[in-house]
């Protein structure tokens, strides 16, 4: 399968949180396109959407929770991002023949992944009392095309 994501400048935020995972400095990233069925060799990728992907400020309003999908007890913490220009990437590469294997593409960038649910509702909660009056700039910049990991977090 294929992975494409943008790598994103450490969010000025910070959360405390009691199980799970912090994402680390420079590991943050917006997932452009994860298409388990798809073989699409990375020089085409590339060619179609690079150019699309300099850097590039978006804003976030809002945290949002992500149930896990082996254990529904946890969750994914992220901040959501609303990007016209990252949904035309996203249709760009599904034009390449990849599918998402997600429902629907949502663009975002996660802070913290395998927290305890209710943990990671409380701390949405209140990152979004300060995202309604001061939203988060986030800075995109360069691509990342690479093969599905199916151990992901492991590399974080």
């Excluded at 912090?22 to 396109?33: Q, R, S």
């Excluded at 599904?94 to 593409?105: A, I, P, T, V």
């Excluded at 209140?126 to 986030?138: A, F, H, R």
Aim: proline share 5%; aromatic share 6%; net charge negative.
């Amino acid at each position: 399968g294929n992975y494409v994501s943008m790598m994103v400048d450490d969010p000025k935020i910070n959360i405390e949180i009691s199980s799970g995972t912090i994402v680390p400095p420079g590991k943050h990233h917006v997932t452009l396109m994860y298409s388990e069925g798809s073989d699409i060799p990375e020089e085409r990728i590339r060619k179609k959407i690079e150019w699309m992907t300099g850097n590039r400020s978006v804003v976030s309003k809002k945290a949002e929770v992500f149930d896990s999908q082996e254990d529904p007890s946890l969750g994914c913490l992220a901040l959501t991002v609303e990007s016209y220009h990252l949904h035309n990437i996203h249709e760009e590469l599904r034009r390449l023949g990849m599918n998402h294997s997600y429902s629907e593409f949502k663009p975002h960038v996660t802070l913290a992944y395998d927290v305890d649910i209710e943990e990671a509702r409380r701390v949405a909660n209140d990152l979004n009392k300060t995202l309604s009056t001061t939203p988060c700039v986030l800075i995109l910049h360069g691509l990342e095309v690479a093969p599905i990991k199916e151990n992901w977090s492991v590399s974080l």
